[in-house]
């Protein structure tokens, strides 16, 4: 793993957070995305060399509609970086880490992302992301 690709933050109502961000960070998010596949609406902002990606579900099945039914609004996962998805997922599987997906998929931001399961990770989703090339 290179570095911490980004932060995903669930929230309610991505237009609302975008404006709390915005302000924050004192610039608008460089991106807007849907990624059907997952059920979410995304935006990312940019704050020195990290990115902070805010979720919003775009149907109550969604994984961010669970959590943020379960869990509230706030930090969902860590995202790493890494040269090639599919052998780290090989190398976690083999160190007995439970991988949620048993191929990478598109994910945001022209990403391929698969996701360890949080029990694995004293209770973090982390997300590991590779560069669509």
């Given at each position: 793993m290179n570095k911490i690709e980004h932060l995903g933050i669930a929230v309610k109502n991505l237009v609302e957070a975008n404006e709390v961000y915005s302000k924050l960070f004192n610039q608008e998010p460089y991106k807007l995305e849907v990624v059907e596949s997952e059920g979410v609406s995304t935006s990312f902002?940019?704050?020195?060399?990290?990115?902070?990606?805010?979720?919003?579900?775009?149907?109550?099945?969604?994984?961010?509609?669970?959590?943020?039914?379960?869990k509230g609004e706030g930090i969902h996962h860590v995202a790493f970086d890494v040269d090639d998805i599919y052998a780290e997922m090989h190398r976690?599987?083999?160190?007995?880490?439970?991988?949620?997906?048993?191929?990478?998929?598109?994910?945001?931001?022209?990403?391929?992302?698969?996701?360890?399961?949080?029990?694995?990770?004293?209770?973090?989703?982390?997300?590991?992301?590779?560069?669509?090339?």
């Open positions: 902002f940019k704050v020195g060399e990290n990115k902070i990606e805010l979720l919003e579900a775009t149907n109550p099945d969604s994984a961010i509609a669970k959590f943020i039914e379960k976690l599987k083999k160190d007995g880490f439970i991988i949620l997906n048993e191929e990478p998929k598109k994910g945001a931001d022209n990403k391929l992302v698969c996701f360890v399961h949080p029990k694995s990770a004293n209770g973090v989703l982390i997300e590991l992301c590779q560069d669509i090339k």
